[in-house]
């Protein structure tokens, strides 16, 4: 969706310009990686997480520059101008309240820091020099009268009303977004249809993340497994609240491999994003993806819908020559009363239960992987079937709704 493909790049961009400005100009001796912000004494750090990425701004302020441009402006130009200024704008006024997270933390300790990122009127920061900045720049391009004589009354008047008019809809954005973040702040995080264990993944360098994990069984048919780790990629991506699962399983003749990963997610509900955007990310070609089904025997049956990709990589060998490597990805989204296999799917089911119940379901993306070799793929899938049937009632808690929900139909794929 549109939010996965401008969130990314708008947190990076406002953490490489928070940094350079707090160590080039404020002389704050900060670090960046990936989107994680901190200091050089590891006393505080700060997550740019997508809610902090400037996409919020970024449609609040379009909607307040369309209105600015179209009230204060005759020609197409100026109107245009504005409109477009509301990307640098945003992101400005992002980098304005990441630099007062770091500046409260650097001067008043990690606590204050915490407490400008997490406050609703803090939360407001990136509008002041925003709109400052529609401003400055409405003055700058204003259109000349084409005429000397004018009447004052007239002319005075209509820009009274412009201005009215402009500091309503500045009101009434700073009320929705006063209105949309105490929302936020009571809704209710529902259950999560996976098990759970007080017994944390590791990273990639073998330190502990977060208090949990999902629990993989270690064994899986004639699969034995290991424990698989969280990349330093996927931390700086996914959002602190992110809770994980990974483990490599491996058949007993050796000719069938396949990687289970799971992505819970807590409050931040942008841990959860379309399959194909992390393959694609990886560098993987892939197929447009359809739908089938899975059946899946206990704790009742039912059939489980899943998401197949198909795809190719080339891959340097031993002897220095690229050959293809093929894979196929079956995925699917799993809450404490849901089941989907498509995104689009999952994201209005969300929006009906929170409107409906204040609550916020709590979804997983649960992803099996397994490369095989070129023409294999089908012999490959039908393992990979085997392998769900017997996986799923040992991870997965799907309630009697979320059963209901995943009887075999036809569902389009987005």
């Not at 996914?238 to 491999?257: C, E, M, Q, V, W």
Request: include cysteine; charged fraction near 20%.
């Amino acid at each position: 969706m549109l939010g996965d493909s401008l969130t990314f790049p708008l947190r990076l961009v406002a953490t490489r310009i928070t940094v350079g400005f707090c160590s080039a100009i404020l002389g704050i001796d900060v670090i960046r990686e990936g989107n994680l912000i901190y200091d050089a004494g590891h006393r505080y750090s700060y997550e740019v997480a997508a809610a902090c990425g400037g996409i919020r701004s970024l449609i609040a302020l379009s909607g307040l520059g369309t209105v600015y441009a179209l009230m204060n402006f005759q020609s197409n130009w100026r109107r245009l101008l504005v409109m477009a200024s509301a990307i640098p704008l945003a992101i400005i006024g992002n980098v304005f309240r990441l630099t007062c997270i770091v500046v409260a933390a650097e001067v008043f300790g990690a606590k204050y820091g915490s407490f400008v990122h997490d406050n609703i009127v803090f939360s407001l920061l990136p509008y002041i020099p925003a709109i400052c900045g529609f401003l400055i720049l409405g003055s700058w391009i204003r259109e000349r009268p084409k005429t000397v004589v004018q009447s004052f009354e007239v002319k005075s008047g209509t820009a009274t009303h412009r201005w009215a008019a402009f500091a309503l809809v500045v009101v009434m954005v700073g009320l929705a977004a006063s209105g949309l973040a105490i929302l936020k702040a009571r809704q209710k995080l529902g259950p999560p249809g996976l098990k759970l264990v007080a017994r944390p993944i590791l990273d990639q360098h073998g330190k502990p993340v977060g208090t949990a994990s999902i629990e993989l069984p270690e064994k899986v048919l004639d699969y034995s497994s290991t424990n698989g780790f969280v990349t330093d990629v996927e931390l700086g991506y996914l959002p602190k609240d992110t809770t994980y699962g990974r483990r490599h399983y491996i058949a007993l003749d050796g000719n069938s491999i396949i990687e289970v990963t799971v992505v819970l997610m807590g409050t931040d509900r942008t841990s959860i994003h379309k399959p194909e955007i992390c393959l694609v990310g990886q560098g993987w070609k892939r197929s447009e993806p359809d739908l089938m089904t899975v059946q899946i025997e206990r704790p009742l049956r039912y059939e489980l819908p899943v998401m197949r990709i198909l795809g190719s990589k080339p891959f340097k060998f031993a002897d220095g020559q690229f050959r293809a490597v093929s894979w196929v990805s079956l995925d699917w989204f799993v809450s404490g009363n849901r089941l989907t296999a498509s995104h689009l799917e999952r994201f209005w089911l969300s929006l009906k239960e929170l409107v409906t119940t204040g609550v916020l379901p709590r979804w997983a993306y649960v992803s099996c992987f397994s490369p095989c070799r070129p023409g294999e793929e089908q012999a490959a899938l039908k393992r990979m079937k085997q392998f769900i049937a017997a996986a799923v009632p040992e991870f997965q808690m799907p309630s009697l709704s979320g059963l209901a929900e995943a009887a075999p139909r036809t569902v389009a794929v987005h």
